[in-house]
């Protein structure tokens, strides 16, 4: 029994220990739902369901967002500041999920795909936003690397043409 409780398994009649939300029925798991930024638009929309998620399964979410450096750079020293890039998500994860505590890790690197392998656990929860296009998209690519690696991936589709800042009302009347 000790072993299923540890594997987060629950047999008949058995309950959480902890209090779970309402909405999930009492089945409460501590796992982390990563977040990979691909465009503000697509992390926009793959945050807002990383946040359903995590209220409802008790998870932690992580932002990663792998920053391109040049190699006529160090890898130590961005053209970008790591702070700068840090404090922009924070402000995008304040305007979609203010209510969530969610980790943002900036990773500089000279290969995104290769970043991204090394830092997610395999066999991890991924979610990835971006344009579905019948021709691959770069989200698209990337979201299927990771699934042929052993994450488990989910694309979360968007429409790119309004703006992730803009209320249901507004665009309404445009």
Not at 45 to 50: F, I, S
Request: charged share 20%.
């Amino acid at each position: 029994m000790a072993e299923r409780q540890k594997n987060g398994l629950l047999a008949v009649g058995e309950q959480t220990a902890g209090p779970a939300p309402p909405a999930c029925d009492g089945f409460a798991a501590e796992f982390t739902v990563n977040v990979i930024f691909t465009t503000w638009h697509g992390t926009h929309a793959a945050l807002r369901k990383a946040s359903q998620w995590a209220h409802c399964l008790g998870a932690r979410i992580v932002l990663w967002c792998p920053q391109i450096v040049p190699r006529q750079f160090s890898l130590t020293a961005p053209p970008v500041s790591t702070d700068f890039t840090e404090q922009r998500l924070r402000s995008l994860v304040m305007g979609c999920c203010a209510d969530q505590e969610i980790a943002v890790r900036v990773c500089l690197c000279r290969d995104v795909e290769q970043c991204l392998l090394n830092m997610v656990d395999v066999d991890s929860v991924v979610l990835l936003g971006g344009k579905k296009r019948w021709l691959p998209t770069q989200e698209q690519k990337l979201a299927t690397l990771l699934y042929s690696h052993g994450h488990r991936v989910l694309f979360i589709p968007t429409k790119e043409n309004v703006p992730a800042t803009v209320t249901a009302s507004e665009r309404i009347r445009n």
